[in-house]
């Protein structure tokens, strides 16, 4: 509901606030060191997503603030399902969507009307998830996206307007819902990032909780000031790229992953900060983030452990998306295979998260046969092993391989491969058909100045397929050998892993 | 070599044996209940077998007999590995092929040239394996086949001239090679059953070793003295199947599998004796058992471990093909396969070997939407749980749908499906292309009412897809559910399992 009187009232007390605030040097918690809000943020790790709104009953991902609340209609509301299946699942925080770009909130807010109160089930969400996080022991987490499609004040010339309606909201979320440990803010790049007044909800934020962990969706660029998007991947030096929203406590790109080389100091006006990096991955196989009306699959569990130890390693967090469906829970196939993998893990809340192996392959020369578009260096065999997942070697050849040098002291027992896959969108410009090329492989040793084979692939690979050996190898180098693909074999990363 | 002086001596020697032993009550160690072999038969349980000869150099199978011995030669023959792999692996014998259809002997036996002796690599291959065995503490067994191509007394029109050739190598066997826990004869179907001389060949094993069990592949016929086989997987009553060769001390029907609900005792001229059975299974998805040229595939890790609980319960046993390759060793992506297999199910020489959980499912109603030739009960939704993995369900429609019916205080968290899969045989008349067609179904359960999917598969199944549930489940239904099929759906078997 909106109570225009509040509103002015609010915005008023928040400006005297904001004014005490910025007095105060101690509310500023970016530092060159972790401070606290870090601190926990990558001691928590694991988080679990949850999209839910208006766009769970569309099958799309981003509606444009016009759907009427009435669409919102889960027929059997369940948040209490949702906590607990994070719980058993082994994740210790809950990440909410309370508003996505369309606008609609999770909460009854009083400045605006488009929100569970004008629906048919007008339970406060975010209240029931923050309850059953407490119940179940799992800290709270909110996203709020900046981007508002239905917000009228959205549009208005003063940017402060809208930014007084951000700030109102978040005060509702801040005082109405106990503990919140993170803001995860998106959809920036529909404004200056000046005008988003992020000093503003910061120091709000941090004023109700200064060990909340804040920060906007893709947090650095290239250049200060300037729009140049630096992927996760390529931040492996210190004080190389700059914030783009100022302050934040923790890098955001979603959906993408950092290199295994990750750095953690960013700059800001002549000064470096920490900034650990938050991930966000789908459980759905086809990458949508809103559960759509038909059931999809979800990713393989192989898959899942492996970016779950690439991404909470290095002292950075995950929150994997397990959206509930129309019925308002989450399907029991998904919340089996979140419980499954954290079975997988070894999770528990009294252990530090579990941690891949050694990997002995990094950076080691690498070599292939076949390299499409040798010249350009832009598929090189480098790529397979230099510990990111953006770049990848791409054959020329179907039948390419590609070999990997050892140090034959080094043991190993795994080897993990990210295939590419060739994606064709589907119309709700999110999900994705993924489909691999290779199809018949196998994993060579060379040892004692032989070859030999160690594992035959008969099935397609997937995203990514992982080899356990049942004892440990040494070899001087390792091959890549493909028996048969559908187009050019091309992998992003190729892991010689040594698990303890 | 042929030496054939020592022939007449020894046959000679061995009718005055036959005598002997005749006359001992003793020797004929099958009864209505298990006997001292096969107690151990049935504790052993699990062991490797090797397929290992003239055929591995040529691509086929069953070879005529007429490869000339200089076609065998391995390049690095090394037998002590392949026992090494069956020690890692977690077997506890080794059945080695001393002897196939094509004659070809892996010793050098006195009685013919068609042998090692003759080849270019001349070791005596079960010595070396008998050693190997001894030094790793498994035990060892023999197969030899009756059916001879090569030897020219098995055309003599006088059985007894072949039955003394084989009396003569049984007995290089028995008295070279230290103690000989198994037995397993092949190939007797080229004659009629009484042209063997089984009783003669059984009282020279028992004489050398009273525990050495005993058998002749395809031992059981559904009419005393007739040719009548019948399907392990319908031996479900007890005295209701006649021994074909008699004595023997365990059944064989390469490679098929028996019913959940197996029986032990078969007739013989009025008695009742105790059988149980030995099965055999290849390593290689392509169901070949000499190893070919070409590096095939190994089947998933996930059908062999099913296929272990199913073949080694009921007090009856497993031996599952390793061969070695034209190099004389066991490739090492198949070796790594037994010994993951190994590791999965925790087997130890100290314990008894690990059994499956509670098949919850079996016998229970079931109910297809659609039934292939429906009329002719004989693809009826039934035999998908009667506990046969040769019978099966199979319906008329792509999207067919199965419901069995479960006890709603039963628990189970795992569930294996055996689909039936089209085959294509290749040139050597045993290897498979084998190619499922169901590419995508649900596992739903019946909870309160409502329908839920547990389990939502989107690649195709392969011969057998294990879903393990991470927690518990009752439900008053189970529904598998096609949402996708290249022909019309069909399974051998789905089970409900509880593990404990």
Redesign the interface.
Known sequence: MRFNITVRFLVLLFVCLNACISSSAQIITPANKPNEAQRELVERGYGMFIHFGVNTFTDVEWSDGTIPPGVYNPTNLNPDQWVLTAR?AGFRYVLLITKHHDGFCLWDSKYTDYDVASAQVKTDVVKAVAEACKKYGLQFAVYYSLWDRHEPSFNDKDPQKYIDYMLNQLNELFTGYGSICELWLDGGWKRKPSDWGIDQIYQLVKQYNPKCAVSVNHTIVSEAGKRKAVLPSLMTEDNQYFFQYFPSDFRLWDPKIISKFDKKQYLHEGKSYYLPFEHTLCLS?RWNWFQKSA????RELDELQELFYWCTDNDNSLVINVPPDRTGMI???EA?AV??L??RLGLSENKPLPKNGTFISLLKPAEANSVFSEKDKIYSASYVNDGSLDSRWMAADTLAELIIELNPNDAFNKISIFEYQDTKNLPDGFSQVRNGRIKEY?IDVFTKGVW???????EPMGDCKVI????NYTASKMRFKVLKATAMPSLYELSVICMR
């Open positions: 058993e196989s059931q999809l699959a979800v399907r029991e196939y089996l419980i499954e954290g079975k196998t030999q084979t160690i594992y035959l692939g008969t356990r050996l049942p004892k």
